[in-house]
């Protein structure tokens, strides 16, 4: 847990056994440990859709809650969490508005900033959107 504090941003099960090799952990008992505090609410697991599980220390225990949104390079699959950005959703009136259910987490895909400079100079100018190398802590 204390690996996944300093991180900084959510890590697969497959960083956490390299950071944590010089220690001679098992790569199935470090993989059944994950999923239990993640179980238990002191670690938050991510889904990505490209079938690497990630974890992230969460500030509180218990039941799920969004914290802050994550944006992942769709080039060459950095993760920054973006804590001090505020995301806002407003739901539509009417029916389904009840029947969305609560929001646990946010996922933004895109181009990071070196990726992004790297397919379309025009894009790299200091008028241009804010990148993930802005973003990161």
């Given amino acids: 847990m204390k690996l996944l504090g300093a991180a900084g941003t959510p890590m697969s099960h497959a960083e956490v056994v390299e950071a944590l090799t010089e220690f001679g952990f098992d790569q199935s008992t470090l993989f059944r440990c994950l999923n ?3 179980d238990a609410g002191l670690v938050s697991r991510l889904d990505l859709g490209d079938q690497a599980r990630r974890f992230e220390l969460r500030k509180t225990g218990g039941e799920v809650e969004f914290t802050h949104p994550h944006f ?3 080039d060459c699959g950095e993760l920054t969490c973006m804590k001090d950005f505020s995301v806002q959703i407003t739901p539509s009136r009417g029916p389904r508005r009840d029947k969305l259910g609560t929001v646990t987490e946010i996922m933004i895909r895109g181009h990071c ?3 992004d400079t790297r397919s379309s100079p025009e894009r790299s100018s200091p008028d241009a959107l804010p990148n993930c ?3 990161r802590n």
């Fill in 133 to 135: 190398a802005t973003w």
């Fill in 113 to 115: 900033g070196n990726c």
């Fill in 72 to 74: 992942m390079c769709v």
């Fill in 36 to 38: 239990e505090i993640a």
